[in-house]
């Protein structure tokens, strides 16, 4: 099993729509959670950080955590063309040395139609 | 403030020369992470740095590949002997360790020819 898991997609959703993204992870003590957005040909940008259970709402974004289940997902409401990126999950893993190591998953790329 | 500074921008080398990718992270942060993403693929994890602990090597791809970091800030990714699969954006990240995210620089475009 792959520490952090997302499905490739492309996932495509109609302008306005709501566009739902997930990602699993291995370790039940991982204590922080943090979505990327990744343009084409551009580096990954931090959007969303979570660390408890629940949701957290920015803007048109709202990250949902359950680490009963070790899932974390990311919601974008009223999905823009302007959205269409590959979104990352990312998890920090105990490392040996006593740190952490953050992982990522592989990135579903999002589509938004008109 | 300033973010994380990769240079160069853009190399392009001939197959078998030696090159030198530098990032210079955010001031203060301990960790210090490089990738390569091929074009189209996912991030390949190469190295990371975490204070002054033994660095995590387990992603370097072969032994042409070393990283150092000096002094706990400015780090320097070499690859010996390129070849043409080396071509690929390599990206630096930063952050100040522990379950704190991570800051992309952005990357240095590595075309071997």
């Known amino acids: 099993q792959k520490e952090v898991e997302q499905n490739s997609g492309p996932l495509s959703v109609p302008e306005g729509a709501i566009a739902s993204l997930n990602c699993t992870y291995s370790?039940?003590?991982?204590?922080?959670f943090f979505w990327y957005r990744q343009y084409s040909g551009k580096s990954p940008e931090l959007i969303m950080s979570?660390?408890?259970?629940g949701d957290k709402e920015d803007g048109r974004f709202t990250a949902q955590l359950n680490k009963a289940s070790q899932y974390v997902s990311l919601l974008i409401r009223d999905s823009q063309p302007s959205d269409s990126a590959t979104y990352l999950c990312?998890?920090?893993?105990?490392?040996?040395?006593?740190?952490?190591?953050?992982?990522f998953g592989a990135g579903t790329r999002l589509a938004v139609h008109p | 403030g300033a973010g994380v500074s990769q240079s160069p921008s853009n190399k392009v080398t001939e197959k078998g020369k030696d090159v030198e990718l530098r990032c210079d992270p955010i001031?203060?942060?301990?960790?210090l992470y490089w990738y390569r993403q091929s074009l189209g693929q996912g991030l390949e994890f190469l190295i990371y740095?975490?204070?002054?602990?033994?660095?995590?090597k387990s992603g370097l791809p072969s032994d042409r590949f070393s990283a150092e970091r000096t002094g706990g800030s400015v780090s320097t990714l070499t690859i010996q002997r390129t070849q043409q699969e080396d071509s690929a954006v390599y990206l630096c990240?930063?952050?100040?360790?522990?379950?704190?995210?991570?800051?992309f620089g952005n990357g240095t475009r590595l075309t071997v020819t």
């Open positions: 990240a930063s952050g100040l360790g522990g379950s704190s995210p991570l800051h």
């Open positions: 370790d039940r003590g991982s204590q922080s």
């Open positions: 979570i660390y408890s259970n």
């Open positions: 990312a998890v920090p893993n105990p490392f040996s040395g006593g740190y952490n190591k953050l992982i």
């Open positions: 001031s203060g942060h301990t960790a």
């Open positions: 740095f975490q204070g002054n602990s033994a660095p995590d």
